[in-house]
């Protein structure tokens, strides 16, 4: 059996089974160096295991399998009390912009949840919390602008406020300051660049 279908089998939910952490998983294949596995693989697989823990952060189908894939609950538990941030909407019409850069976010480890319009992230956002949204400008049903304006509505006299990053193709659309004036923390041009919305969140947390 590969490494590769290994890990997976160890990281994955089962029927019979809970996920195990992905230090936990790389561990397991570690102790069966020359024993069930080829060390020459061991060693290949090691120095790979971060792009193994993307690809399946990517492809995880249950919060339980990102939850341990992150590093489990204790990890989560440490980054949500040293106000870092976790988890991310993500609001975009286009399939591929979205399937870029959900995948984008994923390799940088952050949770995101996809919705395709404005109508869709407001009913997500209304579930549950999110550290930040991430939405594009120009879609059908409900824009990012509707969508914002909603949100601040919701917020309105409240302790929270969901910081909401506009996402568009060109500086000529929205530029820092109208995206102030319109509710959002800021905007981000497109293509993403996962470092520049570090960058970003770094300055919100630091601001808080």
């Given at each position: 059996?590969?490494?590769?279908?290994?890990?997976?089998?160890?990281?994955?939910?089962?029927?019979?089974?809970?996920?195990?952490?992905?230090?936990?998983?790389?561990?397991?294949?570690?102790?069966?160096?020359g024993?069930?596995?080829?060390?020459?693989?061991?060693?290949?697989?090691?120095?790979?295991?971060e792009?193994?823990?993307?690809?399946?952060?990517?492809?995880?189908?249950c919060?339980?399998?990102?939850?341990?894939?992150?590093?489990?609950?204790d990890?989560?538990?440490?980054?949500?009390?040293?106000?870092?941030?976790?988890?991310?909407?993500?609001?975009?019409?286009?399939?591929?912009?979205?399937?870029?850069?959900?995948?984008?976010?994923?390799?940088?480890?952050?949770?995101?949840?996809?919705?395709?319009?404005?109508?869709?992230?407001?009913?997500?956002?209304?579930?549950?919390?999110?550290?930040?949204?991430?939405?594009?400008?120009?879609?059908?049903?409900?824009?990012g602008?509707?969508?914002?304006?909603?949100?601040?509505?919701?917020e309105?006299?409240?302790?929270?406020?969901?910081?909401?990053?506009?996402?568009?193709?060109?500086?000529?659309?929205?530029?820092?300051?109208?995206?102030?004036?319109?509710?959002?923390?800021?905007?981000?041009?497109?293509?993403?660049?996962?470092?520049?919305?570090?960058?970003?969140?770094?300055?919100?947390?630091?601001?808080?």
């Open positions: 059996m590969a490494l590769a279908d290994v890990y997976d089998a160890l990281i994955s939910k089962r029927v019979y089974k809970p996920p195990f952490p992905h230090e936990k998983a790389v561990q397991t294949i570690v102790e069966g160096k024993i069930h596995f080829d060390p020459d693989l061991v060693d290949a697989f090691v120095e790979l295991q792009t193994f823990r993307n690809i399946a952060l990517t492809f995880a189908d919060e339980e399998e990102r939850k341990m894939l992150g590093g489990g609950e990890l989560r538990t440490q980054k949500l009390i040293s106000g870092t941030v976790e988890s991310i909407l993500l609001v975009e019409d286009n399939e591929i912009n979205r399937e870029i850069m959900q995948s984008q976010l994923t390799a940088a480890g952050y949770r995101v949840d996809v919705a395709v319009n404005g109508s869709d992230a407001l009913n997500l956002y209304r579930e549950k919390a999110y550290d930040v949204i991430l939405t594009d400008v120009e879609m059908p049903d409900m824009n602008y509707e969508l914002t304006a909603a949100i601040r509505r919701l309105s006299g409240a302790d929270r406020k969901t910081p909401v990053f506009a996402i568009t193709a060109s500086e000529f659309d929205l530029n820092e300051k109208r995206a102030l004036s319109l509710g959002f923390s800021g905007y981000m041009l497109k293509p993403l660049e996962i470092e520049v919305l570090k960058k970003k969140l770094e300055g919100l947390i630091s601001g808080r």
